[in-house]
T-cell receptor, first 111, second 112 residues
Framework: QKEVEQNSGPLSVPEGAIASLNCTYS??????FFWYRQYSGKSPELIMS????GDKEDGRFTAQLNKASQYVSLLIRDSQPSDSATYLC???????????FGSGTQLTVLP | DTAVSQTPKYLVTQMGNDKSIKCEQN?????MYWYKQDSKKFLKIMFS???????INETVPNRFSPKSPDKAHLNLHINSLELGDSAVYFC???????????FGPGTRLLVL
């Protein structure tokens, strides 16, 4: 059974701080890794994808992947109240490249 | 607007009823999905269709039956609704199987 685990939170950070969101996965053969943001009552939207070990930066967001440790993280620099949402980690694996989601981490950025 | 659209947005119904949710994408994607998100925000894939062909059929009750009349549409029919079916159902699409999906707005189903 493929599993993707995240701390459910809630995680609270002050405005301007760095928010760090973590995710571990069980399938060593996983190929692709994604972070989605979901505002309350809305649908998930893709904010980052990462496919190889290391860091990938996009604006205030940095995704980090360590396949040996089966660990992927998302850093949000200069956090803003508008970043308050649930962040879902998703991992693609298997011949069908099925996407498995974690249960999400609820982030609150305090003004 | 290019998007994934679903109807209805809200669905309140009695136990035992049969209902359908429609989904359409005009993104030209080959793969469409149905996901279920429960009250704890856990998002789980139910079905995946690639060019109208069923690719993934997770362990869902056979009361749930997807139908893909063409690659731009994937509808979900649910028979004999149960209380535990209450959830948000998201349709999604992606350019190919396994690429990151683009989600529709969701259908909030409440079974009374």
């Amino acid at each position: 059974q493929k599993e993707v685990e995240q701390n459910s939170g809630p995680l609270s950070v002050p405005e301007g701080a760095i928010a760090s969101l973590n995710c571990t996965y069980s399938d060593r053969g996983s190929q692709s890794f994604f972070w989605y943001r979901q505002y309350s009552g809305k649908s998930p939207e893709l904010i980052m994808s990462i496919y190889s070990n290391g860091d990938k930066e996009d604006g205030r967001f940095t995704a980090q992947l360590n396949k040996a440790s089966q660990y992927v993280s998302l850093l949000i620099r200069d956090s803003q109240p508008s970043d308050s949402a649930t962040y879902l980690c998703a991992v693609s694996s298997g011949s069908a490249r099925q996407l498995t989601f974690g249960s999400g981490t609820q982030l609150t950025v305090l003004p | 607007d290019t998007a994934v659209s679903q109807t209805p947005k809200y669905l309140v119904t009695q136990m035992g009823n049969d209902k359908s949710i429609k989904c359409e994408q005009n993104l030209g994607h080959d793969t469409m999905y149905w996901y279920k998100q429960d009250s704890k925000k856990f998002l789980k894939i139910m079905f995946s269709y690639n060019n109208k062909e069923l690719i993934i059929n997770e362990t869902v009750p056979n009361r749930f039956s997807p139908k893909s009349p063409d690659k731009a549409h994937l509808n979900l029919h649910i028979n004999s609704l149960e209380l535990g079916d209450s959830a948000v159902y998201f349709c999604a699409s992606s350019p190919s199987n396994g690429a990151n999906p683009f989600f529709g707005p969701g259908t909030r189903l409440l079974v009374l």
